[in-house]
Nanobody, 122 residues
Framework: QVQPVESGGGSVQAGGSLRLSCAAS????????MSWYRQAPGKEREFVSE???????TFADSVKGRFTISRGGAKNTVYLQMNSLKPEDTAIYYC????????????????WGQGTQVTVSS
């Protein structure tokens, strides 16, 4: 199965911003809920944000008011706008898809991207 592809990670100073992108291409007959998770060194992977197919978004308490999530114009794309970044936001950020509508196969029920590194320096 094809993994979603993340981009937009990088290094930034505290207080800066980054925008992550994720595209789950190749599944034209599938519709996914899309979410972001992150994993810091030595810690477990944790939920960051999710957006459903209707555009309803949820956020972890740690990022509320600083991060926004939106769906792109292309099907099964999502953006994570991260503002007021803190050193504790440093992590690998992963995009996850969960099947909302479509038949399996060809639609995968859940997929994870390879991740993109975000580093915030103080």
């Amino acid at each position: 199965q094809v993994q979603p592809v993340e981009s937009g990670g990088g290094s930034v100073q505290a207080g800066g911003s980054l925008r992550l992108s994720c595209a789950a291409s190749g599944y034209t007959s599938c519709t996914f809920r899309m979410s972001w998770y992150r994993q810091a060194p030595g810690k477990e992977r944790e939920f960051v944000s999710e957006i459903d197919t209707g555009g309803t978004a949820t956020f972890a308490d740690s990022v509320k008011g600083r991060f926004t999530i939106s769906r792109g114009g292309a099907k099964n794309t999502v953006y994570l706008q991260m503002n007021s970044l803190k050193p504790e936001d440093t992590a690998i950020y992963y995009c996850k898809t969960d099947l909302h509508y479509g038949f399996t196969p060809p639609c995968p029920r859940t997929t994870w991207g390879q991740g993109t590194q975000v580093t915030v320096s103080s």
